[in-house]
T-cell receptor, first 113, second 111 residues
Framework: NAGVMQNPRHLVRRRGQEARLRCSPM?????VYWYRQLPEEGLKFMVYLQKENIIDESGMPKERFSAEFPKEGPSILRIQQVVRGDSAAYFCASSPQGAGGYTFGSGTRLTVV | GQNIDQPTEMTATEGAIVQINCTYQTSGFNGLFWYQQHAGEAPTFLSYNVLDGLEEKGRFSSFLSRSKGYSYLLLKELQMKDSASYLCAVSHGGATNKLIFGTGTLLAVQP
């Protein structure tokens, strides 16, 4: 009965590289949310996806960031040409019906050097 | 705009009671959540209030007043393991039902 699985737990990238963060929702959950937590700040909503659809990406930076949740496989948050300001903890959460109170994964801590 | 305020830090003594307040102003409201987050770990669900009043769950209770845009989390019989950040979050509702988080209150429980 695995929870929300995120990998990798820690990711180090040099400026200009690409970062790929993966999230496998809980079994039976078809709704995925991505949040970013910058140092000393609260969790900020980035994007909400259902299988094969982006429902709300109002929190995503307009450039370099993209997300997908394919029919098969995990949800992917992709950051191209990373910069130091992208260093943060990225949390994924899943829910069965898009309701609040969803379950969070343990996060991916991205460090850009 | 969306605004959720909670104290940045609090300190309390083991065995005591502590109340963490949260005020909010959001364009949508579909309930208020409290999460606990230990350093370097995932937020874990503590409580959910959608109607006014007090919800009690063991040592933790949460209160909501929608008319005042106010909630608090009450922790009783504090234990050292309760040292963590406590996150207040409003469910925005609508098609997305995303959560809007405060910056969290870092609680330090001292012996």
């Amino acid at each position: 009965n695995a929870g929300v699985m995120q990998n990798p737990r820690h990711l180090v990238r040099r400026r200009g590289q690409e970062a790929r963060l993966r999230c496998s929702p809980m079994k039976g959950h078809s709704h995925v949310y991505w949040y970013r937590q910058l140092p000393e700040e609260g969790l900020k909503f980035m994007v909400y996806l259902q299988k094969e659809n982006i429902i709300d990406e109002s929190g995503m930076p307009k450039e370099r960031f993209s997300a997908e949740f394919p029919k098969e496989g995990p949800s992917i948050l992709r950051i191209q040409q990373v910069v130091r300001g992208d260093s943060a903890a990225y949390f994924c959460a899943s829910s069965p019906q898009g309701a609040g109170g969803y379950t969070f994964g343990s996060g991916t801590r991205l460090t850009v050097v | 705009g969306q605004n959720i305020d909670q104290p940045t830090e609090m300190t309390a003594t083991e065995g005591a009671i502590v109340q963490i307040n949260c005020t909010y102003q959001t364009s949508g409201f579909n309930g208020l959540f409290w999460y606990q987050q230990h350093a370097g770990e995932a937020p874990t669900f503590l409580s959910y209030n959608v109607l006014d009043g007090l919800e009690e769950k063991g040592r933790f209770s949460s209160f909501l007043s929608r008319s005042k845009g106010y909630s608090y989390l009450l922790l009783k019989e504090l234990q050292m393991k309760d040292s963590a950040s406590y996150l207040c979050a409003v469910s925005h509702g609508g098609a997305t039902n995303k959560l809007i988080f405060g910056t969290g209150t870092l609680l330090a429980v001292q012996p």
